[in-house]
């Protein structure tokens, strides 16, 4: 049997108890009603029996009260019931008022409150055997029509993510694709070459410089110089290349104390610091002429990576929701197997899916 053929038969057989069971209720419901006008017309002789003569007074006062409380409670719970479903709600509130009131009522009016136990009693057993009718023809609740909705929805939920996922992957591929055209673009090539090579002429040359005259530091340190180059260049050796016309000053004041063997770092630094230090400023104003038109690029480099992180984070947000709902899939799809085959048992045939 297919399965919407199988759905379609159990409605049906759901109707048709459903509807065996409504007659049920409505035959129940009759009966108890009279069970319930029985009640209240003893309830009401009950209310209209005067008390015996030979009576105690304050029994007399007691009972008085206790009848008028009994009957009004028990007339008030009794037409509660409109069907034969309520029985089961009122049996626990009657049998509380018999605890409560009956004690003193049953000395003197013993007869008619045992007729009136005896009804609650056929009323309690009118309710046992309509359970007892209505669980003969009793049909299994199947989940199998909602199930299959659920899944339903879940499945067009994950393809509407798998085809978001999609959507971003091609962003990232070409977001990815424009770097590398961009990075492969022969002026940024150049530029970044550029950039490269002055970059490691300028640290060599600094390198350098500083591996000569940072020869000076040692004995200019001994002198002890109140003298403010001294004190700077003795702090970092690049202050000589950045002001090499102070630096010489200092080396004409402290010459004539130098060892011979600094003679020559001296004569060096007359002839060829100044031009060095020139060179060197005329390189890094190169450079930053090349970093400038570089940033452009570097600028639309910078941009495009923060999209590609961006993008994947979305993408890895995406995997874990997807992860999760191909999960809460799997569950559904085995409460479906499981209500399939609770379906198959009820008709008692084997159900194909498709």
Request: proline share 2%.
């Amino acid at each position: 049997m297919k399965l919407k053929e199988a759905l379609q038969e159990y409605e049906k057989r759901k109707e048709a108890i459903m509807k065996q069971r409504e007659g049920i209720s409505k035959k129940y419901t009759e009966s108890s009603k009279e069970i319930v006008s029985k009640i209240l017309r003893t309830l009401e002789n009950l209310e209209q029996k005067e008390l015996p003569k030979k009576i105690d007074p304050q029994l007399a006062r007691i009972v008085g009260v206790e009848r008028e409380r009994y009957t009004t409670a028990l007339r008030n719970m009794v037409r509660k019931i409109e069907s034969i479903e309520d029985i089961e709600k009122v049996l626990p509130e009657i049998s509380k008022l018999h605890v409560a009131h009956g004690r003193h009522l049953l000395l003197v009016f013993e007869k008619e409150v045992y007729e009136i136990n005896t009804l609650l009693k056929v009323l309690s057993d009118e309710y046992s055997s309509y359970i007892k009718e209505i669980n003969k023809i009793g049909i299994e609740d199947v989940e199998t029509e909602k199930l299959l909705k659920e899944l339903e929805g879940l499945k067009n939920l994950i393809k509407e993510e798998e085809r978001s996922k999609e959507e971003l992957t091609e962003q990232l591929k070409r977001l990815q694709k424009q770097i590398e055209e961009l990075e492969s673009k022969p002026e940024f090539k150049a530029l970044k070459e550029s950039e490269e090579k002055l970059k490691r002429e300028i640290s060599q040359k600094e390198i350098a410089i500083r591996s000569k005259i940072s020869k000076l530091q040692k004995p200019i340190k001994r002198m002890r110089m109140p003298d403010a180059t001294a004190r700077k260049f003795l702090e970092d050796s690049a202050y000589a290349i950045h002001h090499p016309e102070e630096f010489l000053k200092l080396l004409d004041r402290i010459e004539d104390k130098l060892d011979k063997k600094y003679k020559k770092t001296v004569e060096w630094a007359r002839t060829s610091l100044l031009r060095e230090s020139q060179e060197l400023a005329l390189m890094k104003e190169k450079l930053a002429k090349i970093e400038e038109e570089l940033s452009a690029f570097v600028n639309e480099e910078d941009s495009k990576k923060r999209e590609i992180m961006e993008l994947k984070r979305k993408l890895k947000e995406k995997e874990e929701k997807l992860k999760l709902l191909k999960k809460q899939m799997q569950e559904l799809e085995e409460e479906l197997r499981k209500s399939i085959s609770k379906l198959e048992h009820i008709l008692g045939e084997k159900i194909e899916m498709s």
